[in-house]
């Protein structure tokens, strides 16, 4: 028979007054507080969290926003905001007796300007519909997650959201042009234009995207939005060995060639995919790497050329070019499910997001490797390497006690080795609570400080996804 | 009538020793098949009821994280808890979508056998209607026909046009007065009178011999598409063996978390057709076949069937799959008789597409088909909302689905729609009559099959 690791605990009783004033101001649909309701908002996509929230809540607007914010800071109930709850760092998962605001019926592209082109969307609204609404009309919204398909643009701005195409295109910091938001006092702010240069007064914007739904509730993002690239083409590559690969990677960053997506993947990933999407990948190499560029056809064609050379120069068993858009859009979706696909191995799958300078990629993926020996823990790795953005991914069972302190303890090494490398803990996936612990190490303690004095400035009562990035004391004095 | 069928009266499927009191079905799962699912959400956008709602609980994590609940002893098996597991219209579009592999159909019918166990649902109606229809008339084949020879005498003496005309129907109570309109068209001639025992092709070599499974609702509303079953394996050199009065298969039962019954049938089904004396068993029905494909794991603990079970998974094939897999011969196109090709659309059943993931060959054989021009359908693994009972059973979000289904075919223009299971049949035709405008003919629907055996009839009579 089973027993229960992660007990849910109870959910912690709420004011019974909020509840009541929640009820009058929004309908029954609106809201849940049932256990059945509350267990499903409980985890978002990371591994061996969860905690039954106190009650849930579904806003329309921003108003409704509002009103909840103020009603949770009249009766000092934490606010998690939260839209698919696909986040990898424990983002929206709920505190003891909170509300959940989750975000999802606010779900409206509410304007496509094409003479700015711009997009402005509520923040509920899917990131594959914008990169949709964008292709219909001939435009282009690059950033692109593993779970486009179901994140949330909203969540993607809190949690800085990369992709497979950061490497030429950056991640979703680089598309947002305006945000409201709702302050922790229930006030509502308007953060940026659809202006291309804009330096009135500090750059408010920007401290709200990534901060994971701890310095205030994003209810309207403005999105830019650029030309779609005429061409694309994409290859792949098969190595014998990862260093191999990792050296073909340094070698065309080194050739001043920038490809659109430059992702990597070894040989358990690429056999977990394989198994799940069938598109036939070569599950014998050691590892792969699948490479597109897009642009002006002329310069992919010669790009795809170049490349190809490259690889064959660094010891590529083979390089295939896709034969179609649809053969790259079906690639490009399998490496996608790369996370998913490895929970086929073991019972608990833990996705890292260690990354560094893309100069020291082959020793980082040297060290993972070793360390995964050492500590004889199960890691397999992809990524996208033309970032120097690794997702080791630990394959093992959180019901072992003995084998998860052994993943722990690879992990803080390998946490270790990426920061003496002039790296991070998170490239894309946000700090949340699964990195919570290493952050002052990497940050050092005076900026460590400082995020906590404008965490501190933002949200005084400490009642905005509290417990996230970093411990706030009960009666936030700083 | 066999003797280990359980009795009627029996209220659970489950022997009250084989779990102690404070146990669940949920918790006699393999934890890691419910620690599969590592709840990244891939689910979501494919899930229906979700995408209806919005709503967590009602999306295949959600669902799981439940199940994981009770097995977790976090949650009683609720009320609450039994009306989600029916929500679930158990399209297992979730388990194409899931790149971890989670067994959802495994998790789905133990968590709805466990609900039926704890009895949260019971009440008076819902216990005689499901005593009624999942131990009495589908566990009967002989019952199930005589019902349907009796349904055929109403509908082709013009009682039923009388009834209609009259409105008499309208007397019928409540939901049943919904559903009437929606009763299947009984065929003249069930299976049996339709097909020999064995047949050999006239004119060929046997290649193979194969057993036909004619299914219960099938055999009673679409026994045509039997015949043409059998016909297209002739006309590819199969020798068929038919056995006469085929019970259900127990799909109606699995999915409705009846487990014994559903092993019951199973049983009767390898007593009727021995695995080992064909090559292949051959279901054209996405929903039974599905079902029909797990007997090896639904019977892996019986000692006298477990390795008869395993060879008649091994051995169980859809028809698509399985001429698609011995290389069916195209059918020509007659000579002279080219008008413009007649559009042609396709709707994958979920049982079939998703269950047995059968997606490629229906579409191999449709596009084989002279005459005809395919066309791609949106949304085609969508479920229509017939899902077994579930039109029945939920006819709110039957009825949402049913008409996105039935706006999709329309914009494909097509006047022929291609299915391959029973319930899709019937819940396209109504759909599909529904959403027609004054005066416009809706699209005809049809099995894949049907097409086929038509197509290698017309190349005979020319």
């Known amino acids: 028979m089973p027993t229960s690791l992660h007990p849910l605990p109870s959910p912690h009783p709420l004011p019974p007054d909020f509840l009541r004033d929640l009820r009058a101001a929004f309908d029954e ?34 108003n409704s926003v509002a009103t909840v914010i103020r009603l949770a800071r009249q009766y000092h109930v934490p606010v998690v905001s939260r839209g698919s709850g696909t986040g990898l760092s424990g983002g929206s ?47 282009f919204y690059p950033p692109d997650p593993g779970s486009m398909k179901i994140s949330t643009i909203g969540g993607n701005v809190a949690e800085n959201a990369g992709g497979l195409r950061g490497l030429k295109y950056g991640v979703t910091r680089n598309y947002v042009m305006g945000l409201e938001v709702v302050l922790a006092d229930g006030s509502v702010v308007w953060l940026g234009n659809k202006c291309v240069k804009d330096v009135a007064g500090y750059n408010l914007r920007d401290l709200f995207i990534g901060s994971e739904g701890t310095l205030g509730v994003i209810t309207k993002v403005l999105l830019r939005l650029v030309p779609k690239p005429a061409a694309r083409q994409t290859l792949l590559a098969t190595y014998a060995s990862m260093d191999a690969a990792a050296e073909t990677v340094s070698a065309i960053i080194a050739e001043r060639i920038i490809p659109c997506t430059l992702e990597f993947l070894d040989q358990r990933t ?44 660094h010891q590529a068993i083979a390089v295939r070019r896709a034969a179609s ?51 004889q823990v199960e890691v397999a790795t992809f990524g996208h390497f033309g970032d120097g953005n690794l997702h080791p991914t630990f394959l093992t069972d959180e019901r072992n006690p003995e084998e998860m302190h052994r993943v722990e303890a690879a992990m803080k090494e390998i946490f270790d080795y990426a920061l003496s490398l002039g790296g991070t803990l998170t490239g894309e996936h946000g700090v949340g609570l699964a990195k919570k612990a290493y952050l002052p190490q990497q940050l050092g303690d005076a900026t460590f400080t400082l995020l906590k004095a404008i965490k501190h400035t933002l949200d005084p009562e400490g009642l905005l996804n509290p417990g996230k990035i970093l411990d706030v004391p009960k009666h936030a004095h700083l | 009538m066999s003797s280990h069928l359980p009795s009627p009266q029996s209220p659970t499927n489950v022997p009250p020793s084989a779990l102690p009191p404070s146990a669940n079905l949920l918790q006699s799962l393999d934890y890691s098949v419910l620690q599969q699912c590592m709840h990244c959400g891939m689910c979501l956008p494919t899930c229906p009821t979700y995408v209806e709602t919005g709503r967590e609980r009602h999306s295949p994590r959600g669902r799981i994280s439940l199940m994981r609940a009770i097995a977790d002893g976090e949650l009683d098996v609720t009320r609450d808890f039994g009306e989600e597991m029916y929500y679930c219209l158990g399209c297992l579009a979730c388990t194409t979508a899931c790149p971890a592999g989670v067994d959802y159909a495994n998790l789905f019918e133990t968590a709805r056998a466990e609900v039926e166990r704890r009895g949260v649902l019971d009440s008076t109606r819902r216990k005689g209607i499901r005593w009624f229809a999942l131990r009495l008339v589908f566990t009967r084949p002989r019952l199930l026909r005589l019902i349907g020879r009796l349904i055929w005498l109403w509908q082709e003496s013009g009682l039923q046009r ?87 298969c127990g799909s109606l039962h699995a999915h409705n978390g009846d487990t014994e019954a559903a092993r019951a049938l199973a049983r009767r089904q390898i007593d009727l057709i021995d695995p080992s004396t064909v090559d292949a068993i051959l279901s054209n029905a ?32 859809d028809i698509h799959e399985y001429l698609v897999e011995i290389r069916f011969r195209h059918p020509a196109a007659p000579r002279g008789a080219a008008g413009a090709p007649v559009p042609l659309t396709y709707h994958e059943s979920c049982h079939l597409c998703h269950g047995q993931k059968v997606s490629r060959q229906p579409r191999e054989i449709l596009r084989a088909l002279p005459g005809m021009e395919f066309r791609e359908c949106g949304e085609a ?16 979000t039957a009825g949402w689905l049913q008409e996105r289904k039935a706006g999709q075919v329309r914009a494909t223009g097509a006047k022929v729609v291609a299915t391959a299971n029973p319930g899709c049949h019937l819940q396209l035709e109504n759909g599909l009559k529904a959403a027609a405008a004054d005066g416009e003919t809706p699209a005809v629907v049809v099995h894949p099959i049907v097409l086929l055996a038509r197509a290698y009839r017309a190349e005979r009579e020319e």
């Open chain 1, 325 to 375: 858009a649809e053969e790259a859009v079906r690639l490009a979706t399998a490496r996608r499910s790369a996370f998913s696909a490895l929970a086929r191995l073991r019972p608990t799958t833990i996705l890292e997001d260690a990354t560094v300078p893309r100069s020291e990629l082959a020793k980082m993926i040297r060290f993972i490797n070793e360390t995964a020996r050492k500590h």
């Open chain 2, 162 to 248: 009388f009834a209609r005309w009259t409105r008499l129907t309208r007397l019928l109570p409540g939901r049943l007065a919904d559903l009437e309109p929606q009763t299947p068209r009984i065929q003249r001639h069930f299976s049996d009178a339709l097909i020999a025992p064995v047949e050999r092709p006239a004119d060929l070599p046997v290649r193979a011999r194969v057993a036909v499974l004619t299914g219960c609702v099938q055999d009673l509303a679409f026994s045509d598409i039997n015949r043409a079953t059998v016909d297209v394996l002739l006309a590819n050199g199969c020798e068929v063996i038919t056995p006469r009065a085929q019970p259900c």
């Open chain 2, 286 to 317: 996405g929903g039974c076949g599905s079902h029909l494909r797990h007997y090896d794991h639904l019977l892996r603990d019986d000692p006298h069937y477990a390795a008869r079970a395993a060879e008649w998974s091994r051995k169980l094939r």
């Open chain 2, 381 to 396: 693994t969508w479920c229509c909302g017939s899902a077994g009972i579930y039109n029945i059973t939920q006819p709110e």
């Open chain 1, 93 to 139: 998962v709920p505190v003891p007796g909170c509300v959940v605001l989750c975000l999802g019926d606010m779900n409206r592209i509410l304007e496509l300007d094409s003479k700015n082109l711009t997009l402005l969307a509520e923040p509920g609204v899917v990131t594959q519909r914008i990169f949709d609404a964008a292709d219909a009309v001939g435009l």
């Open chain 1, 270 to 313: 690429l056999r977990c995919v394989e198994a799940f999407a069938k598109v036939g990948l070569p599950t014998e190499a050691e590892a792969l790497l699948l490479i597109e560029t897009d642009g002006h056809p002329a310069a992919v064609a010669d790009e795809a050329d170049r490349i190809e050379r490259i690889c064959a120069q």
């Open chain 1, 29 to 62: 649909d609106s809201i849940l507080t049932s256990r059945e309701d509350l267990i499903p908002y409980g985890f978002d996509g990371t591994a061996a969290l969860k905690q039954v929230p106190g009650v849930v809540v579904f806003p329309q607007d921003t």
